[in-house]
């Protein structure tokens, strides 16, 4: 399971009443790992300025890698970040993830970082099989 979601947002699920911040809540503290760098990620771009920060250091474990990839691999997920944060996230490989600010100057930055030629770029013999 990905995420531990509490008997009373199972409930409120099954009966289609599902909030956002609710779900956002169980995403933080289910995927401490990843919501912790996506975090960080904006606060870089608020503080410094910048319109892009990316984070390029591995997972420190299997189990935060996981987590990592859980948030990044759901749609659900990643849009509810994604919408909490004000931000576009990009992820290559198992753990580059970047953040874009909402700004029309950030969709050719975006796409380059989307490219094939990117994730073509992006690869490595220790990250093969992670």
Not at 13 to 32: I, K, N, Q, W
Not at 42 to 51: C, H, L, M
Not at 75 to 92: E, M, S, Y
Not at 96 to 103: D, Q, S
């Amino acid at each position: 399971m990905s995420l531990d979601v509490s008997p009373a947002l199972l409930e409120k699920a099954e009966r289609g009443e599902v909030d956002e911040r609710e779900f956002v809540d169980c995403v933080r503290t289910s995927l401490p790992y990843a919501w912790e760098l996506i975090s960080s990620l904006v606060a870089q771009v608020k503080v410094d300025g910048t319109e892009f920060a990316d984070n390029q250091v591995p997972p420190p474990s299997e189990q935060a890698r996981g987590q990592l990839l859980r948030a990044m691999a759901s749609d659900a997920i990643r849009g509810a970040l994604q919408r909490h944060f004000g931000v576009r996230l990009a992820f290559q490989n198992c753990h580059r993830v970047a953040v874009f600010a909402p700004a029309d100057s950030t969709e050719e930055r975006y796409a380059r970082f989307t490219s094939v030629r990117a994730q073509l770029l992006n690869q490595s013999d220790e990250l093969r099989d992670c």
